[in-house]
């Protein structure tokens, strides 16, 4: 059986169809349900998992051309939270905007990953190189 | 939107019909896959979540009958982790039997959660009161 | 198995979607059909259940940003009707608004719950905070 | 629209496939959820809807030819309950057995509605003529 | 089981939808295919069942708020079968209008009863109130 | 569009997949539901279709070898209802056995056809050359 | 079974919900695919069937009002192809357009009807009276 | 597009799924229907298309290793026929049996291709290399 | 079983619905995901199979008419690469275009084939004659 | 996107099912078709890709615990391709039987990953530790 990284089916089976320049959104708990997006919830609880769980996991196997970001991300969450994400970006190319901006995206991406991430602002965009 | 406990739309249908004893399989990452068995799988990778975390979950809101464990679990984890696992079984009446009776139990359950949890024989059969 | 609040399964996967702005319907027994819209059709029969049986089991767990009711509603009702819903809606912001305009929130929601309630322009949209 | 009566679209749809010498099963919530039988669950919360509201809703229309009720029902509820169940059966022929057997009945019925009921073994099997 | 009126599951689950200003067409055997609406098909062959079968069903259960007809219909049929069409009307409000006006409320109806009917124009669009 | 003869396509798709040997129900409106058999309810109300205004339109393009009917018919039924089913079975071999054995047809059968015939015993299983 | 003329249950149950007004496509080999048509094909290989094998079943039971054909029809073929269409268009009102213009009908059709016709231009559209 | 051969999606999709040691019933007009077998229905009508025209056109691209046939074909059919069906046979090593045994190689089928041949016993079981 | 050529019965179902002037995209490892587009995702890992393992597959059976590719193949790939593709073409017409040019066709392609093909700008998009 | 490994997204839904003790089947292009089991079929023609293409991506990630393989394999081959099964064996566990034995193994089998490989008695079952 798969040893390592996502175990996840219905992950595996999404992240294998996002290519080149399609995009994918990691949602936190909070964020809005859009029907027309294939959603694959695996939040369990408030906290359970994270966004950076999620995309700490990709960025081995996936790689990411660009990030995208609420700004609002950066004033409502303490220094520490905002230098946990940046070390998860490392070298990735990110954009922030504001989140009126930043959800309109959404309804481009080819799929949706919801956690139970409690981080406000916590919702990322990511395309594919 | 609900503010705390299980936020996952499939978990919360699935125990929503798992009624007077009915059983419920919490399983670990590696546990055999059932085809006949309605499937929820919230793993991400190895030990993210667990099978405490949805139990912990449960036990407020789900009133637990009975739990089925396998024995060996015993003897393949440490003290600590023992007794974690006590800690959340509380008050339930429990019964350990060996690793393949236990499995015997599957095919009659009404569902089965899958995590990610890597703690040896750390699969969970719950009975409803 | 669950032992108090909402039992129904259909139901608590739908309001486990509803997020962060997204809106809910909750209609009596007469509210026209959307079928363009995901509807949990929990009517018995003229007045099983209520609109506020649903309310009621909503407030706990699931945080209501904010609730448009259709301006009719206070004309067509008795004070002890009209008294009923306002110790429902508790503090939430309410809006009322002309029945016409009240029905062009119905296409933008995740969903509807249908009553058997038949209190005249018993309808209520719920925004999620 | 429909005025009067049952006016959930998929209990009519039931009720009206079953015809002579079928069953059907009307469920308390707490009845054990049979993956099998097609299910309406009209259950909101614990005690809404009961059993007898769908049982008195559906003898006007539905012709009743038997019903089987658990006999453990005569010992756990109050002579209150029992005589408004009896009200309820009218002259329809009644047969009470062990709760053992009366759940051997559930594999053969066309269809179950599942109600909110709290009383102790509320769930009846009848029988259309 | 259901003694009198509808029998038919699918009809009777199709009206139960039709609520307050919904509409729902009545076919008659000639009537063109809208593949967008929902159609039961009760036909057998021409003649078998009539509009009328169908209206007088349910107009007992069924509060219809207003009516409308093709007015070719009016030149095209006997006085018996005017007279036949205006005894099942009764006192519901009655539009007649040109059948291409009549053909543009098909589209917004909720669902189409298709019949065999061979009377010219037979077709109604019923407005539930 | 078709002329004569049935027009129903469910009826007319099923009757084409019955071939050399293979059954058919015609049911009456009292006929136990099969879950297991296909079913095309073309059923209104009682009495309309009947049993045999299907027979007969059968007859014509769809060759039949044998038909079974429960013998219970007989005396159930008036000379003339029995007259008027023998004037449709025509030179057809017809079997007539306890309408127990009747039954034990049906889940060989390739479909089943509902009617809302009302006669007692009204059900036919007929058999293609 | 079914004696004659067109045996195919995909084919019946088409041709019986093409109605009043509604067309039909009868598409040779080449025809291009519509993926939002409801397509039936029934062709084997180049030349089995035709369309004519198809349109000579349909025309005794399926009354035409109208068939419209590509005018390129005309000066691709011999006579005695041009003759032998003629022969079974009848007395059916025709009209032929460029293959451009006949093309635009397509989408609006019920279904289309695929052969293995290799008659150049032979595809039609059939519209109901 | 295609150019020779099978051009039927379905058929091609069928016998690309039929492989080594598994069989393909190709069927006449009368042949029974078999709900639990896959079917592809290429049948027009009574002689459209045959089973040679089916058999014809895979003997060029797949491998058939065996060929079943019903004994009582070579009784009911002329020589020429009889010749015919050699001739498309070739080499293949064929069993011809009893059609009641015949009839038992069908549920073990991967899927049945149904024609309009009316040739008596003229369906064939084929079965790959 | 089929011996040569396209063994995969999805490809062959499609290419079997792709006509006269279709499009069908042939996509290497990294084209963009489509979700509107029907695909076959025979990819295996990065260079197998390959877009011209599919095209050499497709020449001998399926008339092409055109080709389109972008023009940036020209220039990303090494002579022998361009000659590699330019043999697979053979005399089938070709349009290079600018890859922004070249994606505006895929919306309008009948389905979409993905390799794991590696070669930069190795996607095509083919017409049927 | 994802970078390197297996990129089909429906095959690496397959793997991520397949737990302790769970077989998968990895089939050469003849091997029989088995409507029961799960299938992914990536194959294109005869010999791509091969069983060993999909084996050599698998056992990076996937611990296989055990291998099957029919003991016909051994003397339907020459000593290159042994020594080249052989290597991708590397030090897993590996049992060869009768092909007739092998096959019974399939039934239990998560699911059968269909390859184009055309070497002998090429077929696998792999079992996750």
């Not at 359970?48 to 960025?59: G, H, K, R, Y």
């Not at 303490?78 to 930043?102: C, M, N, Q, W, Y």
């Amino acid at each position: 059986m798969l040893q390592t990284g996502i175990l996840n089916p219905h992950v595996l089976e999404l992240i294998a169809r996002v290519r080149h320049t399609n995009t994918l959104v990691i949602a936190d708990w909070a964020f809005p349900y859009w029907p027309e997006i294939e959603t694959v919830d695996i939040s369990l609880t408030k906290g359970i998992p994270t966004v950076l769980d999620v995309l700490d996991l990709l960025t081995p196997v996936f790689k990411i051309g660009r990030i995208w970001q609420a700004e609002e991300f950066l004033i409502t969450n303490t220094p520490e939270t905002v230098d946990r994400f940046a070390k998860s970006f490392g070298g990735i190319p990110l954009t922030r905007e504001a989140h009126v901006e930043f959800k309109k995206r959404v309804p481009d991406a080819i799929g949706l990953i919801r956690t139970g991430d409690a981080t406000p602002y916590g919702n990322l965009v990511i395309e594919s190189v």
